[in-house]
């Protein structure tokens, strides 16, 4: 039981640090928002986003255990997505003003 | 600690794996992977969304970015708070139950459901201001331009359908917290249920700097 | 989990497992989660949409008989084609093969006693009738006028019709598609049984897979692009209203993404069906079978990056343009291949023409003919010339009719002794497939030429010099569902016929869904067998036919 007890407290630390990392990221990502980057904003603003999302899914979704099939399917459908967008933008940022 | 290094120990008090599987952990790796496609497709779903706004943001930049100062960052900022929190008692459930602490995920489990309800909330009261503030699209809206109505309409749109996961979300796993107060745990569900939650999680965390903190410069 | 091989004959009756489909009830078929059970379901409801499909396939046909229009109106017209194409894509040909056939077959030819998630196959089948059923209702009761494509601003802001229900309708039956995606893929992971690795998959198995990836790629952006179709119509949030500052073009982006990867789905399992058919037929192992699996996985990929293609003329960058035509142009490659290599199966063989063969052969014949015309459309100059007229839909028609459907009627006579352990009667088949290849072309190659000539589609008044060609192609369609009714009829005869019993392998085929008995049990297999061989192992290489079933160990 004692040792149910601290395994229950070392998964509360475990997960705590991970919490504590996202919180700190989410008051950076305010603070990025006000500073005067001249255009950079969403750029930084969106990395800090997916450093965020890493952690969430490497820490609490069990990437970094889990099988590399299912890290393909991460990555592929995150690839999938770029696809998307690489392709589609071949029109926008190529028409005529 | 992923489902795959589940000990045999929990086999006996359990419920019995479910065909075709002929022992849990093999079902719970199944469950896992499979959950895990269909958070494949979900990416492709909210991608659609995000690539309206992408489209939106670069045909009218400076309307678009002016509308943005409108949206409340001290609300969006504590539900993100809020929701943040919610996947760290998630998580903790998703791992008691490998350790068979049955209490401790039941609990955890009711505690993600109410932190998502809080959210739900939260988010209730700030359409409820938004539409007081005239900032919706159509007939009275307050801010001018193209970019302007884009931004709202992808912003009821996006904050919406994210809404509506969160709710099936929060309704399954307040069912399932009922459920593992009595039963025997069911261990291939939970990594399940915690894999769909952090996602809906991880969207928010996409969600927030795109509709709260752009343009603030 | 596996046990010793299967021997070679089966046992006696009184040891014979029961069959699956002896029933206790009617209602345990709505509850069942087997995965046969679940393919003749949807079997049912697939034939049913058919009908539907098929309905309105016979009064576009009769009303273009006339320059003039016989007896509907323009609006009238508009919901037809609508329905036809509705009910013909979503309904009937992307889940034909996969929902049918993959239902049942995955699992047996990979050693397997269901698939991964049986409960949630069940819900898939409920997914894709009810929401078939509410896109029917849709469409009949006042209709959809927009044609299958839904294109923005008329289908948000000015057609008079159930456009909602519809999208709600075909968003709930996206699900069952994904539900189908996930299921297979999991299945062929993780349900292989021994011996079974990925190069020793059936061709069959591999065409599942491949769709299964674009299942979950693609329906989910359908999914999300009828969703802002529903908010910009019904709460007025637009995202694709020109007076809003919003692009239509964004629209057509989103539904092709995935509407160009659905036809892939429509051909990928039919290339599947005609690789089983024609090496059995011709009593040889496949033409290159490493290429054959890399060119269904390449289809499946490169087929998300051509749907620029479906709008050279749409007002897109033309810069745009030449990107999606040169990748439209390469993902030809990997069909050819395939074309190729099925002829090339055919060499130094042991050719029968058994119906299923003829409907493969046919298959081929009309693919080829489909894609050497989709190369004409990838062509921008020819294709602006083209778009949206007859010559379109001709191309497309030779594909998902003369390809997939030819391809299901195959996989039907081949399947159908192992689904429902009947024969059939043999001479009817031959007679059927070679009617319908002929009614086939008589309807569909006068559409080339009359859209070459000019004619738009969508149209049901037109000018009168194309009446000679609109008459010759309404003369084909007759002939046409005369060929499809005929199996229909004769194949429903079998089943209330006890003559007609069939033994567990009637082609002496060498996958392992023939090892068991015709129709299974339950359980697929009394023991799950143990894969020794390649498949298709008809003969040595060098040598004359010699059929292996790929559980049989080495002599």
């Keep these: 039981m004692n040792g149910q007890r601290s395994q229950i407290r070392s998964l509360w630390v475990e997960s705590g640090v991970a919490w504590v990392a996202l919180i700190a990221l989410l008051a950076l990502n305010m603070a990025l928002a006000f500073l005067p980057l001249n255009g950079l904003n969403v750029a930084a603003n969106l990395f800090v986003a997916f450093v965020m999302a890493a952690i969430s899914g490497l820490f609490l979704m069990g990437l970094r255990g889990d099988s590399a099939l299912v890290r393909l399917v991460a990555i592929g459908s995150l690839f999938w997505l770029v696809v998307m967008f690489a392709l589609t933008f071949t029109d926008y940022f190529t028409r005529p003003v | ?217 | 989990m596996t046990d010793a091989a299967i021997g070679q004959g089966m046992p006696k009756a009184a040891e014979e497992p029961r069959s699956y489909l002896d029933t206790e009830s009617f209602v345990s078929w709505l509850t069942t989660t087997d995965h046969k059970r679940i393919a003749v379901l949807y079997a049912i409801t697939v034939t049913f949409f058919f009908l539907v499909g098929s309905g309105a396939m016979a009064l576009i046909r009769y009303e273009l008989t006339s320059p003039q229009g016989n007896i509907l109106s323009d609006e009238a017209y508009n919901r037809l084609f609508t329905l036809h194409g509705v009910v013909m894509v979503w309904f009937f040909l992307i889940p034909s093969i996969p929902a049918i056939f993959g239902n049942f077959l995955l699992p047996l030819m990979i050693g397997a006693r269901d698939v991964a998630f049986p409960r949630l196959n069940l819900a898939s089948w409920y997914l894709n009738f009810i929401g078939g059923l509410f896109v029917l209702y849709a469409l009949l009761a006042g209709g959809v006028d927009t044609g299958w494509t839904f294109y923005t601003p008329l289908s948000t802001m000015f057609a008079n019709g159930n456009v909602i229900a519809a999208a709600v309708g075909i968003f709930i039956t996206g699900f069952s598609s994904i539900a189908t995606g996930i299921n297979f893929i999991a299945t062929v992971h993780l349900l292989r049984t021994e011996g079974m690795t990925w190069f020793r998959l059936p061709l069959f198995v591999w065409a599942m897979y491949a769709v299964s990836l674009v299942f979950i790629l693609a329906t989910p952006v359908l999914a999300i692009t009828l969703v802002l179709i529903m908010a910009e119509r019904l709460f007025g949030l637009p995202v694709f209203d020109p007076a809003n500052g919003g692009d239509p073009l964004l629209f057509q982006h989103l539904f092709w993404f995935y509407s160009h990867p659905a036809v892939y789905i429509m051909i990928l399992p039919a290339m599947g069906v005609v690789s089983e058919v024609i090496t059995c037929f011709a009593r040889r192992q496949v033409f290159g079978y490493t290429f054959m699996v890399f060119s269904l996985v390449a289809i499946a990929i490169i087929g998300f990056f051509v749907w620029g293609h479906h709008m050279f003329v749409s007002g897109m960058s033309s810069y745009a343009g030449v990107v999606f035509s040169l990748i439209s142009f390469v993902v030809a490659v990997p069909s050819a291949i395939k074309v190729f290599n099925w002829t090339a199966t055919l060499y130094r063989g042991q050719i029968s023409f058994e119906s299923p063969m003829l409907y493969a052969l046919g298959f081929v014949g009309l693919f080829t003919v489909g894609g050497l015309t989709g190369l004409f459309l990838a062509a921008i100059p020819v294709d602006v010339h083209v778009h949206d007229t007859y010559f379109i839909i001709a191309h497309f028609h030779y594909i998902m009719v003369g390809g997939s459907v030819s391809a299901l009627y195959a996989a039907l006579h081949f399947w159908w002794p192992k689904v429902t352990g009947k024969l059939y009667p043999e001479n009817w088949a031959r007679f059927a497939a070679i009617l319908m290849f002929f009614g086939f072309n008589f309807t569909f190659f006068p559409q080339f030429l009359v859209g070459y000539l000019g004619m738009p589609r969508r149209y049901h008044v037109y000018p009168p010099e194309f009446q000679t060609l609109q008459v010759m192609s309404s003369t084909g369609a007759s002939v046409l569902a005369l060929a499809y009714a005929l199996p229909i009829v004769y194949l429903t005869w079998t089943l209330f016929n006890r003559d007609w019993k069939a033994p567990d392998n009637p082609w002496g085929a060498t996958g392992l869904e023939w090892q068991t008995s015709s129709p299974p049990p339950k359980e697929n297999f009394r023991a799950l067998p143990a894969v020794h061989s390649a498949p298709y192992h008809y003969h040595e290489t060098g040598e004359a036919p010699d059929p292996r079933a790929q559980d049989e160990a080495e002599q």
């Design chain 2, 1 to 217: 600690m992923s489902s795959a290094t589940l000990s045999q120990e929990h086999a006996d008090s359990d419920l019995p794996p479910s065909e075709p599987w002929s022992n849990i952990a093999e079902e719970t790796e199944a469950a896992s992977f499979g959950m895990w496609l269909f958070l494949g497709t979900e990416v492709l779903f909210f991608g659609g969304l995000f690539l309206s706004y992408t489209i939106a943001r670069f045909l009218y930049p400076q309307d678009f970015l002016e509308a943005a100062r409108h949206t409340d960052i001290y609300l969006g900022a504590t539900n993100t708070i809020v929701l943040l929190t919610s996947s760290l008692t998630m998580v903790v459930a998703v791992r008691g139950a490998d350790l068979g602490a049955r209490r401790l995920v039941w609990i955890c489990l009711a505690a993600t459901a109410a932190l998502g309800a809080l959210f739900l909330t939260i988010k209730g009261f700030e359409y409820w201001e938004d539409i007081r503030e005239h900032l919706v699209p159509g007939r009275g809206f307050a801010v001018q331009g193209f970019g302007a109505t884009l931004f709202f309409s992808l912003y009821w749109i996006m904050t919406s359908v994210h809404a509506v996961h969160l709710t099936v979300g929060v309704i399954l796993i307040a069912r399932l917290a009922w459920l593992m107060r009595s039963e025997p745990l069911r261990l291939p569900d939970l990594p399940v249920y915690g894999l769909y939650w952090h996602f809906v999680d991880t969207v928010w965390i996409f969600l927030f700097p795109l509709l709260y903190l752009a343009g603030r410069a």
